[in-house]
């Protein structure tokens, strides 16, 4: 590790009343448990969670932005992928 | 001589209790304040930012608490900006000045190690309203503990620059801690109400927190000295004056002056 400079981690926080974490920021802390305690005092001031996952930014692996063509324009005229052409029984409401 | 004026001259023991209680978190509080911005990473100050609130926080609440008790009609703002120096009852520890990063997460971790078996032991008040703040504060002083006593091992164990800095603030606080555990009339008597806790009675517990931390960060704690400082007696060092300068400045100016 750099001496001179700690490694950035990425801060995923599940609110109260949420089911995942969802992404709100990043920092800089030496290790994963500096970096947890830094998430607390930077992320959850205002009571904005009750869990916390930290993992360092060099561990994601992100798609290219030059790609975005060929990732992901081919979805857009598939519209029968979404599930609105079907006709849910009554049963199944509001799915 | 009004009402006011006689509470005032004869310091009731629980009141004066109070007292100790809400000075020392908000010296400290306001010790800490001075790192805003100065911090050595960004993150650090945020989290020292927080602990000096959640101290002034637990001062306010006792404070007022402490001014109801009173009944001479004192609030927090008053008693917190317009006493003077000698009417403060905070130990000397949390006064003195902040020093570098190691001196600083030092005192942190010696006070919040105290606060913690304090606040435990005033679960169990008499006084419901002093009962109700140690649950709220007790929270609050375990992760003030677990934050500062990473870095005491972080930095003790750290390089031999950060080595050598721990060991001299460890050198330059320890004889101040004493004075926590020292007992007197005035916490035999809140002891005795089944309000509070002697100083004497924590000893054990904040040894066995502080000890495996000093020892785990390659630090040996000094011995102890007949040393014993003043601050909840009222008798301060040569720094509380200038913190309270500053602290004070305001209402002295503006007398009510109000957010």
Partial sequence: ?95 | MSRAAANRAKPDPHIEYLLRLADSPLILGQRLSEWCGHAPVLEEDLALANTALDLIGQARLLLTHAGAQEGAGRDEDQLAFLRSEREFRSCTLVELPNGDFARTVLRNFLFSAYQLPLWEGLLASRDAQLAAIAAKSLKEARYHLRHAADWVVRLGAGTEESHRRMHAALDYLWPFTAELFAGDAVEEAAAAAGVGVTGSSLQTRWEATVLPVLQEAGLSAPARTPFLSQGKLGVHSEHMGHLLAEMQTMQRAYPGARW
Avoid at chain 1, 26 to 54: F, K
């Fill in chain 1, 1 to 95: 590790m750099d001496r001179n400079e700690w490694p950035l981690w990425e801060v995923f926080i599940r609110s109260r009343s949420g089911l995942d974490h969802k992404h709100c920021g990043s920092l800089h802390a030496p290790d994963a448990r500096m970096a947890l305690q830094n998430a607390r005092d930077i992320y959850t001031r205002r009571m904005e969670g009750v869990s916390i996952w930290v993992v360092r930014s060099d561990q994601i692996h992100a798609s290219d932005p030059e790609a975005k063509p060929e990732m992901f324009d081919p979805a857009e005229d598939k519209i029968y992928r979404h599930p609105t052409f079907y006709k849910l029984p009554p049963e199944v409401d509001h799915m």
